[in-house]
């Protein structure tokens, strides 16, 4: 059974961090690349992050760049998002999702890319 797990959400104050971590089981980890995803109250799931298996390339969206770091353990079967510099606006549920292969750009790091989904880790940054 495939699953994605995620971890290391909370509560914390407006320049505080976080790491989150994505476990993943029931997939040959090192063939899948994985991405976070984000989703506050009222709004739609929207990329944050995606890392390609094999070539490590990572992609971040606008609004995290200089401030969030992807990484992946792959003894470890484990996906981690350093979250630094936090801002209230990026109060929300995080996913982390999988698909298939590697890539050299970011094409596959959008929503309907992804095959399978974590239940997401809430993150709450106060002002």
């Known amino acids: 059974e495939v699953q994605l797990v995620e971890s290391g959400g909370g509560l914390v104050q407006a320049g505080g961090s976080l790491r989150l971590s994505c476990a993943a089981s029931?997939?040959?980890?090192?063939?899948?690349?994985i991405g976070w995803f984000r989703q506050a109250p009222g709004k739609e799931r929207e990329v944050v992050s995606c890392?390609?298996?094999?070539?490590?390339?990572?992609y971040y969206t606008h609004s995290v760049k200089g401030r969030f770091t992807l990484s992946s353990d792959n003894a470890k079967n484990t996906v981690y998002l350093q979250m630094n510099s936090l801002k209230p606006e990026d109060t929300a549920v995080y996913f982390c999702?999988?698909?298939?292969?590697?890539?050299?750009?970011?094409?596959?790091?959008?929503?309907?890319?992804?095959?399978?989904w974590g239940e997401g880790t809430l993150v709450t940054v106060s002002s």
């Open positions: 890392i390609s298996a094999r070539n490590g390339n990572t």
């Open positions: 999702a999988a698909v298939w292969g590697y890539y050299s750009g970011n094409y596959y790091c959008n929503y309907s890319s992804m095959k399978y």
């Open positions: 029931g997939f040959t980890f090192d063939d899948y690349s």
